[in-house]
């Protein structure tokens, strides 16, 4: 049903002249998400879809996420800490997070994925010095089900996500991150003690 209200969406949206640009986006065909999309520039951040390329994010407000770099904070979520902490003269942040070079090869995957609907693998081999298929071969096969399901196609240059993916492209995305898979697998070794 979700699926179908989305669908139903998406075409609505497209008879009044909106472009679906993936996830929960939408764009008229001349805007520069558009534009940026059509031309392989288009960006994503933790905030949504953007035209601007990797670009520091300062965090104001309570919950609030930054990016400084390839460092990840988020701001304490309840108000009377945060006034406290700003009061004191000290940042109310209450975690951060550094990436490491998995994590940005890993963001590079996922973006170019999120935002072209497509990988070369030969590109971000060049950009990070591995061997695709190696270095993703678990991640390679964990996309059989979703070739299956008729989400994505996979040869040897590449990924690509069909028209019927793009409303999927989440999971597929979802595929590369190692840090959700971490926690799936913390969570299946807790049951089993």
């Known amino acids: 049903m979700k699926l179908q209200t989305f669908a139903l969406a998406v075409n609505m949206l ?20 558009a534009i940026a999309q059509d031309v392989g520039r288009l960006h994503r951040n933790f905030q949504g879809y953007s035209t601007q390329p990797d670009c520091d ?18 701001n304490v979520r309840a108000l009377e800490p ?26 590079d995957v996922i973006t170019q994925l999120m935002c072209c609907f497509e990988l070369d693998f030969r590109e971000i081999e060049a950009a990070h010095g591995i061997d695709f298929g190696g270095y993703f071969a678990h991640e390679i096969s ?27 492209v989440r999971i597929v995305a979802m595929v590369f991150d190692r840090h959700l898979r971490q926690a799936r697998e913390r969570t299946r070794y807790s049951r089993v003690i």
């Not at 979703?146 to 994505?152: A, E, P, T």
């Open 82 to 107: 945060y006034y406290e902490r700003l009061e004191l003269g000290a940042l109310p942040t209450m975690r951060g997070y550094r990436l490491d070079d998995d994590d940005i090869l890993r963001r």
């Open 14 to 33: 497209g008879v009044a002249g909106y472009r679906y640009i993936g996830m929960d986006h939408f764009a008229r065909p001349g805007d520069e998400l």
């Open 142 to 168: 964990a996309l059989q089900r979703l070739v299956d399901d008729g989400i994505v196609t996979v040869d040897a240059t590449g990924i690509r996500i069909t028209p019927l993916g793009r409303f999927f």
């Open 57 to 74: 994010l300062v965090a104001f407000g309570v919950s609030a996420i930054g990016k400084i770099g390839n460092v990840y904070v988020q």
